[in-house]
């Protein structure tokens, strides 16, 4: 049985209608990231598989449960990261997890989570004073100190440098590895394609498209090739030469038209070749998962 199981969900706000006939499934060991634009319906159709937003119409099951009318039991099993605040500012990491941790009949060990979210340099700091990084650390420790079977995350990398970014992606891996379900909504679609087992898009409401990264790269994303050189090129020669558009994007590295066929790859060192330039990098196949959200949403595809 699914961990987390929606049908036709929709929410209204008034005479707005948030969230439209939203459908969608995590096991339990996956991860599935939404994506969406600014207002497109993702945090409303997170807040109501949570509990926290009323439904007009659907279901909404959250290890069986309904999470609304059986939320005492719901919030036992389910934890939650939420983007920003939420924790006192004077409070330091070890009182915050200290509290927390009294709220559930077996916890996990405080100093585990400390150590988990690297955080024994500033468990004693207030909060206010803690960096971004550490922040959103401290946030991961707190929605796992109840050993939730349903992990619910909000930006969980936002502000978070590349170091920690890589300590939240391999505790979020190992927490899917133990079995729990988790659900994340993120705009750094390079996490999203590292981190997701599956990826829904939600636009206007809706989901517009689904599948693992590589799935919806195959689907909507457009072949194109990117190549840096040792030196600059003549973009308007190359592009004439080539009988396709060649962008400069910038420190001497360039991209060609949209759906480039493979061959062009033959064509671009022997004209390079040709013009004594050495080719430093290439690289060739579909469009990044950035790319394909972007022609998604924007309606191309």
Request: glycine share 10%; net charge negative.
């Amino acid at each position: 049985m699914p961990s987390i199981e929606v049908n036709d969900l929709w929410v209204r706000y008034g005479d707005r209608e948030a969230v439209r006939g939203v459908s969608l499934a995590v096991e339990p060991g996956r991860i599935l990231c939404v994506l969406g634009r600014n207002g497109a319906g993702k945090t409303s159709t997170i807040e109501a598989i949570e509990g926290y937003r009323r439904i007009a119409k659907g279901t909404v099951r959250v290890l069986g449960l309904d999470p609304a009318r059986q939320r005492r039991e719901v919030v036992k099993k389910i934890g939650v990261m939420l983007q920003v605040g939420g924790i006192y500012p004077r409070m330091n990491p070890r009182q915050a997890l200290d509290l927390y941790a009294g709220f559930y009949d077996d916890p996990v060990p405080v100093d585990e989570l400390v150590k988990l979210a690297e955080l024994g340099s500033a468990q004693k700091t207030p909060y206010r004073f803690l960096s971004g990084g550490e922040k959103q650390r401290l946030a991961l420790a707190l929605a796992l100190v109840g050993r939730p079977d349903v992990l619910f995350l909000d930006e969980p990398t936002a502000g978070v440098d590349a170091a920690g970014k890589q300590q939240i992606r391999t505790a979020v891996a190992d927490m899917a590895r133990a079995g729990v379900a988790v659900l994340l909504t993120t705009h750094e679609l390079n996490e999203a394609e590292r981190l997701a087992d599956s990826i829904a898009v939600i636009d206007e409401g809706r989901i517009i498209a689904e599948g693992t990264p590589t799935e919806l790269r195959e689907r909507f994303g457009k072949q194109t090739v990117v190549f840096r050189t040792a030196s600059a090129i003549d973009v308007a020669s190359f592009s004439q030469r080539l009988g396709l558009k060649v962008t400069d994007l910038g420190d001497n590295s360039y991209r060609l038209g949209e759906e480039a066929p493979p061959s062009i790859v033959g064509s671009i060192t022997a004209l390079l070749a040709e013009q004594r330039i050495d080719l430093v990098e290439m690289n060739a196949g579909r469009g990044s998962l950035e790319d394909v959200f972007l022609e998604i949403t924007n309606g191309e595809a």
